[in-house]
């Protein structure tokens, strides 16, 4: 049980096509992320599979059955927001007994239940405290406490870390992760953070104006974006594209001309694709971290404008011809670089991801 399908989703407010027919399936006991920039539609997508939105067009199905007119509480779903929705008079106990005490729950089982999640949170020792009194933490776990105890086939959690700061928002990921395998429960977790994302989902879906721009695990997603949307969305700091021009296409791959030096990248290209792709131009995107100091396949002077020294990283921005965006290159360790000296830097072609014009990626 807990198993969801998109089919064909649409939501538009007035003439505004928010959600541009969205599919998916969501295996039971998954974790899925839908990530996304502001806008996107990805809590208007969460919103709608809650109940708190009508769908436009297309079905929202939940264990096989079509719930696009059921209530809210008759879906099976129990969802977490990020303003946690806490009742300030209420004690802690109150809080995470009130879906309970709606239902009409017999007091014993309700004992037991808000217990249960109490433990599993951490929270046995704040039953009694009002909200007021927790941090903003505690209070996210109260929020959870409260879905917990309906024992819902499916969490929805809306961007549920973001008012918290970024030593507790990591805290409380590794707790989610932690409650996902206690609970085997589906769970559909909306955020923008593509590291919340990264470190929870079994898969990640990222939406780009209203569609799907991939569906896969998160390595995937990182190794083999399909497109530069999810190139660049994916991964921190973001991938470099630079426009190349293609030599040659082979079963090799294709052939650049990167700053006079040609490069092979071993992606697939269709036989019937390549000969209009012999003197066009591509995007060639590397990611910061794969470049390095010194020689390689492809190497170039640059001199950084800034250099961001972290410690266990080290950060360089530079500007290239013709190149509108800062070019970044994340070096591990100190390195004794500094902005304004000319450094050597290089990548490799095993490194690179080659985007068509449509910004389509070429199969790696
Ligand atoms: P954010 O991270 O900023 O919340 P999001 O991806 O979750 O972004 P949604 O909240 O789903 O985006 O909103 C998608 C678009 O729909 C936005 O442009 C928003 O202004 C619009 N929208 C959302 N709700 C309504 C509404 N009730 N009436 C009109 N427009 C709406």
Redesign the pocket.
């Known amino acids: 049980m807990g198993q969801l399908s998109l089919k064909n989703v649409v939501k538009t407010?007035?003439d505004?096509e928010?959600v541009k027919g969205v599919s998916l399936d969501v295996h039971e006991g998954e974790f899925v992320v839908f990530v996304?920039?502001?806008?996107?539609?990805?809590?208007?997508?969460l919103r709608m599979v809650a109940g708190l939105e009508h769908t436009t067009s297309g079905d929202i199905v939940i264990d096989g059955k079509r719930v696009n007119d059921l209530a809210p509480v008759k879906r099976g779903i129990a969802m977490v927001f990020q303003s946690y929705a806490l009742y300030p008079h209420m004690s802690v106990y109150e809080n995470i007994a009130f879906p309970l005490r709606v239902e009409g729950a017999p007091a014993k089982e309700i004992r037991k239940k808000v217990e249960e999640a109490a433990a599993i949170l951490h929270l046995e020792n704040r039953l009694d405290q009002r909200p007021g009194n927790l941090s903003g933490g505690q209070r996210q776990r109260v929020a959870i406490g409260r879905a917990i105890v309906r024992q819902p086939e499916i969490f929805l959690f809306d961007?549920p870390l973001s008012n918290l700061d970024a030593a507790l928002r990591a805290d409380m990921r590794i707790e989610l992760t932690r409650l996902h395998k206690q609970l085997g429960a589906t769970m559909v977790y909306?955020t923008?953070d593509q590291v919340e994302a990264m470190t929870m989902a079994d898969r990640i879906v990222v939406?780009n104006g209203g569609y799907i721009a991939q569906v896969g695990a998160p390595l995937t997603l990182y190794h083999k974006p399909e497109n530069t949307f999810v190139a660049g969305f994916i991964g921190n700091p973001r991938m470099n594209f630079m426009p190349v021009n293609v030599l040659s296409v082979s079963d090799d791959g294709i052939t650049v001309d990167f700053q006079g030096q040609s490069l092979t990248i071993d992606v697939d290209v269709p036989a019937d694709r390549r000969a209009a792709l012999v003197g066009s131009q591509v995007s060639l995107g590397v990611r910061p971290e794969h470049i390095s100091l010194g020689a390689g396949d492809a190497t170039m002077a640059l001199t950084p404008t800034v250099v961001e020294h972290l410690g266990q990283l080290t950060i360089g921005y530079a500007t290239l011809p013709g190149h509108e965006e800062n070019f970044c290159f994340v070096l591990t360790g100190t390195q004794m670089i500094e902005d304004d000296r000319a450094v050597n830097v290089s990548f490799g072609a095993g490194d690179c991801h080659v985007f068509d014009a449509d910004g389509q990626a070429f199969e790696r």
């Open positions: 407010f007035g505004f928010v996304g920039p502001s806008g996107c539609g990805k809590s208007t997508l961007e909306v923008h939406l």
